[in-house]
């Protein structure tokens, strides 16, 4: 077994590949991290101009071929990354086509001031700190092996103790000093070859984190474009539901519906015209009448609950007034929308009611309720209110909690204030504009 | 009695030709949409149309269009709706200029053999007949205005003079004598101010109210 620490030690090691690897990313990117001050700094050092104008040409000049170089730039950082590292740094996605078109309009995207601030500002930093790694190991390699070559060297100890002291004093303090120092300066330069791989493996880290962030995607925008890209998917997935329910209906309308009609009326035919049939079999006739109507009943039923024909036809008020009349209390509507709204949103507010009303009359033991469904700015506001018993609780009710859910789903705001005793009222919020 | 009839779907166009047959009509026409219906109702001249609300080529109201031009323009001619559902604004429509020879009923109802033909004669009589469910959303619109000081039975029983009840008819729905039902009726006539005339014209001016309430 390997402790930790030893396992880091030996993966820091200076023979290790991972220690070479790094500091052959340190060191490409150094020539790379210097080319834009080289080109700022640089003209000024072989011609220094005295008048404005040419001090304001220079700039401009060099500032200009800055520019042009960012991006070049930027994609030799991202290939020296994947190969020397095989790391990744994705491109930021391109932005919306203009007018203006290359490094003009370049100039108004945030993606090209991130990446200066990557070549100016962030890059010199990890340039010195490369050409700090190169010492290191070029310091650490000469002074590890000075053991090697120390008796070549003249005896250069500035104290030179050993002058003043007899011959054998002096030998042994000579030996002793010059023994001293290539111990400290072997050990100094072994302490650098270890350090090094520490030091490459920060430099590649803060590197390729710099490259993420300032060359790679912008993260905020990314966010951005993904809820935006989310919101989207959500919007088309509640309204393919939508459809779906729309189509059920239909097909139910249509099909079954129609059949239906068809068999109660023929069987209703026969209740009413057979004569001379057996009693046991007129029986049977009539149960069969019956469970028809019933069938139908049920069936018209399941429809109202999926999305009726009338709110697609008729709208809120039409499809609300046929939910209110059902219900066996009186009922208060209100309906003012002036203009319909989407049909995802009518679809979730005649939910709301007709599902609140439900809850009402199984467990309210209301005497009367109110409904009121106003477009009240950018929101469609649909209230709910009864003089019932109180305490409904959507930790409770599946009722309430698909309500809610439903109302989520279009990013509306669902509100229920049910004290025992009562009186409860629910309030939703649903967004006209999805 | 002549009878013609509207409706898309051939599976119900084919139940009503036959319940129609059987029960003693003569179909004379059978239609699958509304200038169809137009046609046929001008060369056959019958007694009653059955008609379909929701019909080619819009699939939404055709049928109560159809339904308010064969009003206007032959006025002998009955109508009676069939419709996937009830809504109010059609009912209103068609009760705005005339009360009588109208039906508007749910297309379910036709299960329902024996009540649909009693509407069916009742209307082709010139009588009214309401789905239950038009009247209790016209109810639910009425909450407010001079009905309010209807009692709830005196409002149970406007509801069933709507669908076109006679008084014995509303005395058997309601399970009271057909002297109360008169009692009551002449209440509602009291509170909504209505005149007295001849027959039934005050039955249906009380309807009309009814239905007019906010018009």
């Known amino acids: 077994m390997v402790s930790p620490p030893a396992r880091s030690l030996r993966a820091h090691a200076p023979w290790t590949r991972a220690a070479w690897r790094d500091t052959a990313f340190a060191l490409s990117g150094a020539p790379l991290h210097a080319a834009c001050w080289a080109i700022l700094v640089l003209p000024w050092t072989v011609w220094v101009p005295v008048d404005t104008l040419s001090v304001l040409g220079v700039l401009a000049a060099t500032f200009l071929a800055v520019l042009a170089l960012a991006r070049p730039l930027t994609r030799a950082h991202r290939e020296r990354a994947w190969a020397v590292l095989g790391a990744d740094v994705p491109e930021p996605p391109p932005r919306p086509g203009g007018v203006l078109r290359g490094p003009l309009r370049a100039l108004r995207t945030e993606d090209l001031w991130r990446e200066l601030r990557y070549h100016l500002l962030v890059g010199p930093l990890l340039g010195a700190a490369a050409a700090l790694l190169a010492l290191a190991w070029a310091g650490g390699a000469g002074l590890a092996a000075y053991a090697l070559y120390a008796w070549k060297l003249p005896n250069a100890d500035p104290l030179d103790i050993g002058a003043h002291a007899g011959t054998l004093a002096r030998f042994t303090v000579s030996l002793g000093s010059h023994t001293v120092r290539t111990a400290v300066l072997t050990a100094a330069g072994l302490a650098l070859l270890a350090a090094a791989p520490w030091a490459a493996a920060a430099v590649r880290r803060l590197d390729l984190r710099a490259m993420r962030a300032l060359l790679g995607p912008d993260r905020a925008r990314e966010l951005e474009r993904r809820v935006e890209d989310l919101a989207g998917k959500r919007a088309d997935v509640v309204d393919a539901a939508d459809l779906e329910r729309r189509r059920i209906e239909r097909d139910l309308h249509d099909g079954a519906q129609q059949r239906l009609v068809s068999l109660a009326m023929n069987l209703g035919l026969a209740r009413e015209t057979l004569t001379g049939v057996p009693e046991p079999a007129m029986r049977v006739i009539v149960e069969a009448h019956e469970e028809a109507k019933a069938a139908l009943t049920e069936l018209r039923g399941l429809i109202r609950g999926l999305h009726p024909a009338v709110l697609e036809d008729r709208g809120l008020d039409a499809a609300l007034s046929g939910v209110a009349a059902r219900v066996p209390l009186p009922v208060r509507l209100r309906v003012d929308v002036p203009e319909r709204v989407a049909a995802t949103v009518e679809a979730v507010a005649y939910f709301v009611v007709s599902e609140a009303l439900t809850n009402v009359v199984k467990h309210a033991g209301a005497a009367s309720v109110e409904v009121e469904v106003v477009r009240d700015g950018p929101a469609l506001r649909v209230r709910v209110a009864d003089d019932g018993a109180g305490g409904a609780d959507p930790a409770r009710g599946t009722g309430l909690t698909g309500l809610a859910r439903r109302v989520r789903s279009v990013d509306g705001t669902f509100r229920i204030v049910s004290p025992p005793g009562g009186p409860t009222a629910l309030t939703v919020e649903l967004p006209c504009a999805l | ?215």
């Open chain 2, 1 to 215: 009695m002549r009878v013609v009839i509207a409706e898309d779907s051939v599976l119900l166009r084919a139940g009503l030709i036959k319940l129609l047959e059987t029960s003693g009509f003569e179909v004379v026409a059978a239609v699958g949409e509304a200038d169809g219906l137009l046609a046929a109702v001008a060369e056959h001249r019958p007694d009653l149309a059955v008609v379909d609300v929701r019909m080619p080529p819009g699939y939404t109201d055709e049928g109560v269009r159809a339904a308010l031009v064969i009003r206007r323009e032959s006025p002998g001619v009955a109508v009676l709706l069939l419709s996937q559902y009830v809504e109010e604004r059609y009912a209103a429509d068609l009760l705005s200029e005339h009360t009588s020879g109208i039906g508007y009923l749910l297309k379910d109802r036709v299960a329902d053999v024996s009540a649909f033909l009693d509407a069916l004669r009742r209307v082709a009589a010139g009588g009214t007949a309401l789905d239950p469910e038009v009247v209790a959303q016209l109810l639910l619109r009425r909450n407010a205005d001079p009905l309010g000081r209807l009692t709830p039975r005196e409002r149970d029983v406007l509801a069933l003079m709507a669908e076109g009840r006679s008084n014995a008819g509303i005395a058997g729905a309601l399970t009271v004598s057909e002297s109360a039902v008169a009692k009551h009726i002449n209440s509602i006539f009291t509170k909504l101010d209505l005149p007295h005339a001849e027959g039934d014209h005050r039955r249906v001016l009380a309807v009309l109210r009814f239905l007019d309430g906010d018009a």
